[in-house]
Structure formats: C-alpha cells, structure tokens
C-alpha cells in the first residue's frame, strides 16, 4: 500500500503560480511513476503530468498539451515526494488536483487506469 497526502492548494489569482507538494508513504519500492491529474466539475480527471519513479527511464517528465511550457514537476526521492510548479495560471487550471502513483506502462502514463494510488486531492482556485 502506498499512501498519497497533498498540500499546497488555495486560490490564485490570474497570471499567477502555485507550488503542489505530494508525499508518498508505506511500498514505495514498486512505484514505476507518479503523476499529477485535475478534476474540474463535471469533467473527467485529466492528466497533467508524470514523472518516472524507476527504471530506465528515472526522472523523465511527462507534460500534457494544456500545461505544457506552464507547469514543471520535480521530484525528491529521499522525501518521497513530488511537486507540481504551476503558472501563469488562468481560470481553466482550477480544479482538485490529485497526485497518484502506480506502476504505468507507455501506453498508460497519462490515464487514470495506470495508476493504482491516490491522494485525496487539493482545492485550486484561479479567481480575482
């Protein structure tokens, strides 16, 4: 079992930044790859970003199109722990945005179904 706790939600305001940390606790050791994903209301989790836990291909970063050149995510192997730098943010970016880890293949790094864990997500507003 692996344990997921994010933090560093609130509200931003447009043009503006956010640092999301996540840290893993419990098996850690089969963890191929944790990512960030957003849930808006009334929409599908959607992914925005993964980072290679193990492996060859160790601390390869993975962005999706809509935050790509906006949000990096970096990794402290020693903590356990991800973060998700955001910004520039605009009014889409608001969501819960969950962390998750699993053991994903190629084909499934940006889907919900690679990944077994998950936090409990934080609130991010993007408001004036």
């Known amino acids: 079992q692996v344990q997921l706790v994010e933090s560093g939600g609130g509200l931003v305001q447009p043009g503006g930044s956010l640092r999301l940390s996540c840290a893993a606790s419990?098996?850690?050791?089969?963890?191929?790859?944790m990512a960030w994903f957003r849930q808006s209301p009334g929409k599908d989790r959607e992914f925005v970003g993964s980072?290679?836990?193990?492996?060859?291909?160790?601390?390869?970063?993975y962005y999706a199109d809509s935050v790509r050149g906006r949000a990096s995510i970096s990794r402290d192997r020693a903590r356990s722990s991800i973060y998700l730098q955001m910004n520039n943010m605009q009014s889409e970016d608001t969501a819960v945005y969950y962390c998750?880890?699993?053991?994903?293949?190629?084909?499934?790094?940006?889907?919900?179904?690679?990944?077994?864990?998950w936090g409990q997500g934080t609130q991010v507003t993007v408001s004036s």
């Open positions: 980072i290679r836990w193990s492996g060859g291909s160790y601390g390869n970063v």
């Open positions: 998750a880890a699993g053991r994903p293949i190629t084909s499934t790094l940006a889907t919900t179904g690679g990944y077994g864990y």
């Open positions: 419990g098996s850690t050791s089969g963890t191929h790859a």
